[in-house]
């Protein structure tokens, strides 16, 4: 037991050293959007969201690198990913204005173009069992760099569109802004950053060595929910200061970062990773399900009202609920 409360303070102190890095990583990104006279929509779907998402993107790398635990980090994108579009559009609005509205640009640009690049992970991940397979129970396939490329070429394609909505609304740099300063701010933020990731990981292994379950479900709960907090602190900010579309532009546009880029990066790093199938489907049918959800939301009415605030809340309450239960044996969705 006293393992366990160590893992989990563990946890908590990792958040917390995520939680500074964010804020300096934060104030950074925004005297960068404004120094570079970046559109509003671009700095929260690129920048924001890119520099928000390096914990994602490092849980990826230290858990396949360090630890030998590529499921764990997609397990912690997945998840991320679900604590994104349900807790924290959740949370900006409970912190900024009762009712958050959305735009068109949003949901029929940036939902889409997310719910494209669930869909594109899930092929890239189906390729490998088909043109890939590995001996072993539950479809066990190796992910190569050749099907890597896949979905980092539509986020290419991502950033590209996000160019030409730049040239097409201009703004004028703020030569006052000190840009030197603010970047060493921002590599500062991410190294510390880094660290925070570090410690959730061995957290989540930690956990998982200690109730026996695969540490994948961990990196669903623990890494993903400490690893989102950059995000979170970003978007509740936006939201605050009258910024929705920021806030929630930083939402869809690091959860297509995670997905298109994290995933990926940590293959090509490593040449080439195993996976069960098993274990990747039922993660990626319950993101389906929570970007169902958010989109259609988001649609209604255009805005996201209070009671559907606590809608999305209690979804993701469902969510962690069903890791519980999966922990602990009652349920087997996720075969071990």
Not at 172 to 201: H, K, Q, S, T, Y
């Amino acid at each position: 037991m006293l393992g366990v409360l160590t893992l989990l303070a563990l946890a908590v102190v990792a958040t917390v050293v995520v939680w500074q890095g964010s804020i300096w990583l934060e104030s950074a990104t925004d005297q960068l959007a404004v120094g570079y006279g970046i559109p509003p929509v671009v700095q929260g779907a690129v920048i924001a969201a890119a520099g928000s998402s390096t914990p994602e993107l490092m849980s990826v790398i230290l858990a396949t690198l360090v630890h030998g635990e590529f499921e764990l980090g997609v397990g912690a994108i997945v998840g991320s990913a679900v604590f994104n579009l349900l807790v924290i559009p959740g949370l900006a609005a409970l912190a900024g204005p009762k009712e958050m509205a959305t735009t068109r640009d949003l949901v029929y640009k940036e939902s889409l173009f997310y719910m494209l690049a669930v869909a594109v992970l899930l092929l890239t991940f189906s390729l490998a069992v088909i043109y890939s397979p590995l001996e072993g129970t539950g479809l066990q396939a190796e992910v190569t760099r050749g099907l890597a490329l896949f979905p980092l070429s539509l986020y290419a394609l991502y950033v590209f569109t996000q160019y030409l909505d730049a040239t097409e609304d201009e703004l004028r740099p703020d030569a006052n802004i000190d840009r030197a300063r603010a970047w060493r701010w921002f590599g500062l933020g991410l190294v510390v950053i880094i660290v925070g990731v570090e410690g959730l990981v061995r957290a989540a292994i930690g956990l998982g060595n200690a109730f026996g379950t695969p540490a994948f479900r961990w990196g669903m709960t623990v890494v993903a929910a400490g690893s989102s907090v950059p995000d979170a602190f970003v978007s509740i900010v936006a939201a605050r200061s009258g910024r929705a579309s920021v806030s929630l532009a930083n939402v869809l546009g690091s959860n297509i970062f995670d997905l298109l880029v994290a995933v990926p990066v940590g293959v090509l790093i490593a040449g080439a990773l195993a996976i069960t199938f098993a274990h990747i489907v039922p993660m990626m049918a319950f993101l389906v399900l929570a970007t169902v959800v958010f989109f259609a939301i988001s649609r209604t009415g255009m805005l996201l009202s209070e009671r559907e605030v606590w809608l999305l809340l209690g979804f993701y309450g469902l969510f962690v609920s069903w890791l519980v239960l999966e922990s602990v044996g009652l349920v087997n969705v996720v075969p071990t």
